[in-house]
């Protein structure tokens, strides 16, 4: 009778323990996602909180499913260890350099599109401008049309 095995052995808990160390770091590029729209767009800390509600639950998705997967259904502490590793050692390393990399990105796209809009806007409040006087001019000159019985 074949019995199936109950344990792993020690190159496959490792083989497990990196791949959850690279997963982790994977997760940090995932994270940074959520960096850079905080970045661009300011948030309410509701919407902070719901963004890491999210991603924890990503992460709670992953680990159930790479146990299931990778590791016969079996949950295992190292996993989540070597998720914490993975992502702490990306985002203390190449996450730095990439959220300062998205930083200089965002402020010279922010400037370069001010300094689009600018003659854009200047046009525009032109515009408005003309088209209030002229209003306001019609108000001003109500003088009723003259009758001309030759016309």
């Given at each position: 009778?074949?019995?199936?095995?109950?344990?792993f052995?020690?190159?496959?808990?490792l083989?497990?323990?990196?791949?959850?160390?690279?997963?982790g770091?994977?997760f940090?590029?995932?994270?940074?996602?959520?960096?850079?729209?905080?970045?661009t767009?300011?948030?309410?800390?509701?919407?902070?909180?719901?963004?890491?509600?999210?991603?924890l639950?990503?992460?709670g998705?992953?680990?159930?499913?790479?146990?299931?997967?990778?590791?016969?259904g079996?949950?295992?502490?190292?996993?989540?260890i070597?998720?914490i590793?993975g992502?702490?050692l990306y985002?203390?390393t190449?996450?730095?350099?990439?959220?300062r990399?998205?930083?200089?990105i965002?402020?010279?796209?922010k400037g370069t599109?001010?300094?689009?809009?600018?003659?854009?806007?200047?046009?525009?409040?032109?515009?408005?401008?003309?088209?209030k006087?002229?209003?306001?001019?019609?108000k001003?000159?109500a003088?009723p049309?003259?009758?001309?019985?030759?016309?």
């Amino acid at each position: 009778m074949n019995v199936p095995e109950t344990f792993f052995t020690i190159s496959e808990e490792l083989r497990l323990f990196f791949l959850s160390c690279a997963a982790g770091a994977v997760f940090g590029v995932y994270y940074d996602i959520f960096r850079t729209l905080r970045l661009t767009i300011p948030h309410h800390s509701f919407f902070v909180f719901a963004e890491d509600v999210i991603f924890l639950a990503t992460y709670g998705i992953f680990l159930s499913s790479f146990a299931s997967a990778e590791a016969r259904g079996e949950l295992r502490g190292y996993y989540v260890i070597g998720g914490i590793i993975g992502f702490t050692l990306y985002f203390f390393t190449i996450g730095r350099f990439v959220m300062r990399f998205m930083g200089k990105i965002l402020s010279v796209s922010k400037g370069t599109l001010n300094t689009l809009l600018k003659p854009v806007l200047k046009l525009w409040s032109k515009i408005v401008e003309i088209t209030k006087n002229a209003v306001k001019s019609a108000k001003n000159s109500a003088s009723p049309l003259q009758n001309n019985d030759e016309m």
